[in-house]
């Protein structure tokens, strides 16, 4: 399968842990992008990657939330301290240009209990 | 700011029918695109169509088409000869740069 992965596909975890979830996009996409979705929404844009740097954060990214694109290749959003509002699903997108379809993965969705 | 307006939340259709999805947007951009993407039940987000602003002629894909109105900012989706697999979540999107705006989704069941 030659399509946008993530992992884990599901996380609970309690608040206060931390957790890291991890994408791996289409190999010669060299764009990534990290989306949140709530029940009933639509995603909403986190971060964005052009290859190994990190050129726009949303404001919903508190200070406990830090994403990285090592080599260009996959890429993994942590997020510190979670919090109960943090319970959502973590989208994974990659593109080869801008303005491009972006491929989504299958989600990470998180539940802090 | 860029904004995307689904007025819709759940629209159902029957079988074989014709259903229309609308949709709204705001941004000053003069070079965007739009994007239509499904998003079945438990399943990944996938694209259903996409629009260039700067082409006049509205894109189509087998039995999806849109109707772009640019001075209106509409952007509407239909959906022909509807199918079962057609149930899921429908997202309006707008690209200017390097990210994707959404809309709240409509949410279609096509009934048997």
């Known amino acids: 399968d030659t399509g946008v992965s993530q992992n884990p596909r599901h996380k609970i975890t309690k608040r206060g842990q931390n957790v890291t979830f991890r994408c791996d996009p289409i190999?010669?996409?060299?764009?990534l992008y990290w989306y949140r979705q709530t029940l009933g929404q639509g995603p909403e844009f986190l971060t964005y990657?052009?290859?190994?740097?990190?050129?726009?954060k949303s404001r919903l990214l508190s200070d406990r939330f830090s994403a990285e694109r090592p080599k260009g290749s996959f890429s993994t959003l942590e997020i510190q301290r979670t919090e109960q509002g943090d319970s959502a699903m973590y989208l994974c997108a990659s593109s080869l240009r801008t303005l491009d379809e972006q491929y989504f993965g299958p989600g990470t969705r998180l539940t802090v209990t | 700011a860029q904004t995307v307006t689904q007025s819709q939340p759940e629209m159902s259709v029957q079988e074989a029918e014709t259903v229309t999805l609308s949709c709204t947007y705001d941004t000053s951009e003069n070079n965007y695109y739009l994007f239509w993407y499904k998003q079945p039940p438990s399943r990944q987000m996938i694209l259903v169509i996409r629009?260039?602003?700067?082409?006049?002629q509205n894109a189509t894909e087998n039995r999806f088409s849109v109707n772009f109105q640019k001075a209106a900012k509409s952007f509407s989706l239909k959906i022909s000869d509807s199918q079962l697999g057609d149930t899921a979540m429908y997202f309006c999107?707008?690209?200017?740069?390097?990210?994707?705006?959404f809309g709240s989704g409509t949410r279609l069941l096509v009934r048997p």
């Open positions: 190999s010669e996409h060299n764009r």
């Open positions: 629009q260039e602003a700067y082409k006049q």
């Open positions: 990657f052009q290859n190994e740097a990190q050129l726009e």
């Open positions: 999107s707008l690209d200017s740069s390097y990210k994707l705006i």
